[in-house]
């Protein structure tokens, strides 16, 4: 809902549905997620999703699960996902024996550097955002913006008509509304 109310705050009406022709007709998606991998891979399986995201044609943009599950694999229960994106979704293993010790899940705000994209227009480099995650998107071509959290991991994938990120956008302050509205102008 936090997604909707964002989006409110733009001045767009936001539909939430599972239906196929909406999705299908929809100007743009927006595909959040929050939970574990392999629940929400078999309801996208269930109801026909997991096709249907692979062949939309406008901007779709996944929000943290929604990005993982964009991947062709995660090691949250050996989850086979969607594909659009070829990286890997790993667990994140926390350091221990230094005194900047991370914990599992990254959890409050950290910074986002070398971001291209048009989600990305007019948005500084070590701009801060909301995450809140135990798994990660290792880095790779789709690689759009990068974080550091024990070590660096993907904060933003793209590829063709489709944006995702690991952060929360609708949680990021100025740089997460800045974000969701460059990504409703694409």
């Given at each position: 809902m936090s997604v909707d109310y964002a989006l409110q705050r733009l001045g767009i009406r936001a539909v939430i549905t599972n239906d196929h022709e909406s999705i299908r007709t929809a100007d743009k998606v927006i595909f959040p997620g929050?939970?574990?991998?392999?629940?929400?891979?078999n309801f996208l399986k269930k109801e026909k999703l997991d096709i249907l995201i692979k062949e939309l044609k406008q901007p779709v943009l996944g929000i943290c699960l929604g990005m993982q599950l964009m991947c062709r694999h995660?090691?949250?229960?050996?989850?086979?996902?969607?594909?659009?994106?070829?990286?890997?979704?790993?667990?994140?293993?926390p350091?221990?024996?230094?005194?900047n010790i991370n914990k599992v899940?990254?959890?409050?705000w950290?910074?986002?550097?070398?971001?291209?994209?048009?989600i990305f227009a007019n948005i500084s480099e070590e701009s801060y955002v909301y995450f809140v995650h135990s798994y990660y998107?290792?880095?790779?071509n789709d690689t759009s913006a990068l974080c550091n959290y024990i070590h660096p991991f993907s904060a933003a994938?793209?590829?063709?008509?489709?944006?995702?990120?690991?952060?929360?956008?609708?949680k990021s302050?100025?740089?997460?509304?800045?974000?969701l509205d460059n990504f409703l102008k694409i």
């Open positions: 929050v939970g574990e991998a392999s629940t929400t891979m995660s090691d949250e229960n050996d989850t086979p996902c969607i594909g659009i994106f070829e990286e890997h979704v790993r667990k994140f293993t350091e221990t024996g230094t005194e899940p990254q959890m409050g950290n910074s986002i550097y070398k971001l291209k994209g048009k998107v290792s880095t790779g994938l793209q590829k063709d008509n489709f944006h995702a990120t690991q952060f929360h956008p609708e302050g100025k740089a997460g509304s800045a974000i």
